[in-house]
């Protein structure tokens, strides 16, 4: 712990990495008592077990898919507070320059209060809609058509008239998320990114801190490997892995690495 929050003092910028385990640890989960206090039915009816499985159900009917996924958007984007380790985190890098890299899509880092100019959602976002066919490079706000979803469906179905339909295909829409080639990165996508490869530039050979939260081994070439390269490249930068269960690190940066075994939560509290 001395270690960690002595690296965070001493850097010159943060580079934060988050996966699904700091959602989790924040109990944002998707299996267990949230699953069930809001899809126990869907679990009588499909024998879905949880939230993640859920959403590769092959529904018969598009009023039964929506009625799925507003649910799972509202009850993970909209409806759920805000993580208490996202809290803390950003108490940590409050005033220091950081970014935040992140593959998950429950828009809690700019829920929790975290500059939407210092994030990248590379793989999606709850809030967003987009051409099943990917007809155009544009991506559509849902929370208002969510909510009228959850509020009027009916027997895990909503009505006909609230299927959303693409304004320039006249295709279904489909949710913003990275699960195939048809995933469309639009202009903000491609401003985040260049936000994400400038600041990166910015800090080539200075005391930079990477800082990597939750990482699973699921799409390690986004967040994981690249971190884990980018230490070995500057000679000043420390690697930091907090991850319960998964925190561990080569051989070839084992010296100016720090990994703790532990619950993201508890460590970023005592941090603070």
Not at 60 to 85: D, F, M, Q
Not at 86 to 91: E, M, Q, R, V
């Amino acid at each position: 712990m001395e270690a960690f929050k002595e690296a965070l003092v001493r850097a010159d910028a943060v580079l934060i990495g988050a996966g699904a385990g700091l959602s989790t640890s924040a109990g944002l989960t998707y299996s267990g008592r949230r699953f069930e206090k809001y899809f126990s039915d869907f679990r009588d009816k499909y024998g879905i077990t949880d939230m993640y499985s859920g959403g590769f159900y092959p529904f018969e009917t598009l009023e039964e898919y929506w009625a799925w996924w507003s649910r799972h958007i509202l009850y993970n984007r909209y409806e759920c507070p805000v993580g208490k380790p996202y809290l803390d985190l950003l108490k940590l890098v409050e005033g220091k320059d950081y970014f935040v890299l992140t593959t998950n899509v429950d828009h809690q880092f700019q829920r929790a209060g975290f500059d939407k100019q210092r994030l990248f959602y590379t793989q999606g976002d709850y809030g967003l809609w987009q051409c099943s066919s990917a007809c155009h490079s544009k991506t559509y706000d849902n929370e208002t058509f969510v909510r009228e979803m959850v509020e009027k469906q009916n027997n895990m179905k909503i009505p006909s008239e609230l299927i959303p339909h693409c304004p320039v295909c006249g295709k279904p829409m489909t949710m913003n998320l990275r699960c195939d080639d048809t995933f469309v990165e639009d202009e903000g996508w491609h401003q985040a990114a260049k936000r994400y490869e400038i600041f990166i530039e910015k800090n080539h050979g200075k005391r930079l801190v990477l800082l990597e939260l939750g990482v699973g081994g699921n799409t390690p070439g986004i967040i994981k490997y690249p971190f884990w390269r980018m230490t070995a490249q500057n000679p000043k930068a420390t690697y930091i892995c907090l991850n319960k269960g998964e925190a561990f690190c080569p051989a070839e940066i084992e010296n100016r690495s720090i990994c703790i075994d532990e619950d993201i939560t508890r460590i970023l509290s005592l941090a603070n």
